[in-house]
């Protein structure tokens, strides 16, 4: 059933199931059509054109390239996706055998995630919370923490902004932070934190058989963005007490810099462009290195710490 809601500023309209809930009418005009197309042909080759993006570790994941008609990104165990040259319309052509739902996973996150970055958006590897008047990010990697976190500060009173993908404005000083995801995808492992809210959020599983918990969201569209926490899980014994600490702007890049959003951009003018959106985000936003003692269980006095180490309590 296609739904139109509202993600990372831009309205989406998608023919695959989002899971949000900033549902819009139908008849809103929309900044991207996801489309179900034809059945495509699964194959191991690079699509034609110019190359924006490869990812290869152990196997090959996806491959962006350009070409006079558009974009063309291929998921090479789940389908191919094109992209007209306006990045207004994804057309999603499923593979034979391919799960719906991990198509679903990669239209809400990696697709978005291209679109928006070609569209020259400022575009994190991060969560986001709404704390007051304000939000606080958590930027790493696959498995550092950054929805483990959030969902912790949501259990303590936050609001969630987004979950894994957050497009900022810097337009705006301090930079501003879209409204995203509405659920947390947390790991197996991690899904137990729902006991820790007063009133136990919505749960289901995600195509890529992570655990969803539908929070609270926040309504408030462009929230400054206060600070931005690396989590460093710490699941050593020695480690009782959390320890955050801010970082030079130095340091900051460079680690802000291991984590983008989409690994494996080739295209020079998107890498200059997010070098330099980078160092705008650090010379306006502080950046601190978190050493967490890693649960379950989580100490109860580590979503005050955190606000109060950033200055938000």
């Known amino acids: 059933m296609t739904s139109t809601t509202r993600l990372y500023g831009l ?27 034809d059945p495509g042909l699964r194959t191991d080759e690079a699509p034609p054109g110019r190359v924006l993006l490869h990812l290869q570790v152990d196997r090959q994941y996806y491959t962006a390239t350009q070409a006079d008609g558009g974009y063309l990104l291929r998921f ?3 389908c191919d996706v094109r992209i007209n040259l306006e990045l207004d319309v994804a057309t999603v052509h499923m593979f034979e055998d391919a799960d719906p739902a991990i198509a679903a996973v990669l239209a809400g996150g990696t697709v978005l995630a291209f679109v928006l970055a070609m569209r020259g958006k ?17 930027v790493g990697a696959s498995g550092m923490g ?8 949501c259990a303590d009173g936050a ?53 969803a918990l539908a929070v609270s ?35 900051a890049f460079l680690l802000l810099s291991r984590f983008p959003r989409l690994l494996g951009w080739e295209d020079e003018t998107v890498l200059r462009r997010q070098f330099q959106q980078l160092g705008d985000i650090i010379d306006r936003v502080p950046v601190f290195m978190a050493r967490l003692p890693w649960g379950p269980p989580f100490a109860d006095e580590l979503p005050s710490v955190i606000r109060h180490a950033v200055g938000l309590g």
């Open 217 to 251: 969201p926040s309504s408030t569209e462009g929230l400054p963005l206060a600070g931005i926490i690396i989590p460093a899980p710490d699941h050593s014994a020695e480690l009782t007490a959390a320890k955050i600490e801010k970082l030079d702007a130095m340091t």
């Open 76 to 78: 090479y165990s789940t």
């Open 122 to 138: 400022v575009v994190l590897h991060a969560s986001a919370v709404e704390i007051g008047a304000a939000a606080l990010a958590f």
């Open 159 to 211: 609001n969630l902004i987004t979950d894994d993908l957050l497009c900022l404005d810097l337009g705006q000083n301090p930079p501003t932070c879209a409204l995203g995801a509405t659920e947390l995808r947390l790991r197996k492992a991690a899904g137990d934190l729902s006991a820790r809210f007063d009133t136990t959020p919505g749960r289901r599983t995600t195509g890529d058989a992570r655990d």
């Open 11 to 37: 309205t989406v309209r998608s023919e695959l199931p989002l899971h949000q809930n900033r549902v819009l009418p139908e008849q809103t005009p929309v900044d991207l059509d996801i489309v179900l197309g």
């Open 146 to 153: 950054k929805s483990t976190m959030a969902t912790l500060l």
